[in-house]
T-cell receptor, first 116, second 114 residues
Framework: DAKTTQPTSMDCAEGRAANLPCNHS???????VYWYRQIHSQGPQYIIH???NNETNEMASLIITEDRKSSTLILPHATLRDTAVYYC?????????????????FGQGTILTVHP | ETGVTQTPRHLVMGMTNKKSLKCEQH?????MYWYKQSAKKPLELMFV???????ENNSVPSRFSPECPNSSHLFLHLHTLQPEDSALYLC?????????????FGQGTRLTVV
């Protein structure tokens, strides 16, 4: 799986948009960008994923650059409950089969702190 | 509630004890996983089960023994652990091949080895 680079930590004011960057310059054509978050001492939670088009769901938006070498996760109106570690993961689609299946390789992630 | 339930939530065990961690998923998924998260370290994949068959063992010491009796249940049997095995153990499930692709995690078992 391609390696990702994320800032160690970020701060955001409550109610403002949180923009979390991720670099994945070695991403290959069949690899997707996934975002998960982990609130303190809980299991990671899936947020969103995409291949090359921008994606939006009820939690967040994912913006992927045209060359696919970087992406940004956007939480449009951050709340205190969004304080968590955010992980950007690049991996083949599970439909690709082989041994990748649904396994995830986590890095250190970005610690996002939302303050009042 | 993610649909993946882990028990117990907290466990303290001595180095000579034998204990088991349990994971149950109510999502109809066909793949299950064990992850380990030590303090200040990223989550590490330990085992992968697909259709009840172990498909991956990431060089995990034999003192950790997984068992997957059916596609809804996953166990991690522990024996003669070391203090450095203290960590948060997380179970996850996902559907591979068709349907939903993301992984759902349980709340984890916080294990302390004394």
């Amino acid at each position: 799986d391609a390696k990702t680079t994320q800032p160690t930590s970020m701060d955001c004011a409550e109610g403002r948009a949180a923009n979390l960057p991720c670099n994945h310059s070695t991403i290959s054509g069949n690899e997707y960008v996934y975002w998960y978050r982990q609130i303190h001492s809980q299991g990671p939670q899936y947020i969103i994923h995409g291949l090359k088009n921008n994606e939006t769901n009820e939690m967040a938006s994912l913006i992927i650059t045209e060359d696919r070498k970087s992406s940004t996760l956007i939480l449009p109106h951050a709340t205190l409950r969004d304080t968590a570690v955010y992980y950007c993961i690049v991996r083949p689609h599970p439909y690709a089969g082989g041994t990748s299946y649904g396994k995830l390789t986590f890095g250190q992630g970005t610690i996002l702190t939302v303050h009042p | 509630e993610t649909g993946v339930t882990q028990t117990p939530r907290h466990l303290v065990m001595g180095m000579t004890n034998k204990k088991s961690l349990k994971c149950e998923q109510h999502l109809g998924h066909n793949a299950m996983y064990w992850y380990k998260q030590s303090a200040k370290k990223p989550l590490e994949l330990m085992f992968v089960y697909n259709f009840k068959e172990q498909t991956e063992n990431n060089s995990v010491p034999s003192r950790f023994s997984p068992e997957c009796p059916n596609s809804s249940h996953l166990f991690l049997h522990l024996h003669t652990l070391q203090p450095e095995d203290s960590a948060l153990y997380l179970c996850a499930s996902s559907q591979v091949g068709t349907g939903t692709t993301e992984a759902f995690f349980g709340q984890g078992t916080r294990l302390t080895v004394v």
